[in-house]
């Protein structure tokens, strides 16, 4: 099937955004539509971590093709929060939530960001910067030329690969 086939723009929301600095072929793969495995340990670990912590708070708030994990307000402002089992993966974690901040920037909603490690007990703060955005545009273009490609880039190891959802579809 080629590249026309896919005349319409992809559909970025935040896991693609995270996906971008972990692994293209994750990329191209989620891009195309192509789920991971629903029961993989990893996923289940991730939900049930995002389930357990900060239980008094209201999860998955849906925005466009986004899902927060959940939303404070605090003095007025609103605070998007993400929660992540381990830092391992921060700077993805970074552009992800700084993705959910320029979609509600571009809707007219300015707000911040709290990265959220429950295991490890630490939070990390993210605000949407110009230089963020630019670099978040870049992703984007990045993105979108990569899902229109034909084939997936090749499989290739690297530090995450062990605990990958995709990974049947790279090494099985």
């Not at 991730?46 to 466009?64: K, M, P, T, W």
């Not at 605090?74 to 992540?84: L, Q």
């Amino acid at each position: 099937m080629n590249a026309s086939f896919y005349s319409e723009r992809a559909r970025i929301g935040g896991t693609l955004v995270w996906y971008w600095s972990i692994c293209a072929r994750q990329v191209w793969l989620m891009g195309r539509g192509i789920e991971p495995e629903p029961k993989d340990e990893s996923l289940a670990l991730g939900r049930l971590i995002d389930r357990n912590s900060y239980a008094r708070e209201r999860h998955q708030v849906a925005f466009g093709d986004n899902k927060f994990d959940f939303v404070l307000g605090a003095d007025g402002e609103m605070v998007v929060c993400e929660v992540k089992k381990s830092s391992r993966a921060e700077r993805s974690a970074r552009l992800q939530l700084a993705h959910y901040l320029y979609d509600l920037r571009k809707a007219g909603v300015e707000a911040r960001g709290i990265l959220m490690f429950p295991t490890e007990k630490k939070r990390v703060e993210v605000v949407l910067t110009d230089e963020l955005a630019a670099e978040l545009d870049s992703v984007y273009a990045g993105i979108e030329a990569l899902v229109r490609k034909d084939a997936p880039p090749a499989a290739e190891s690297c530090k995450y690969c062990r605990k990958c959802a995709y990974s049947e579809y790279c090494w099985g």
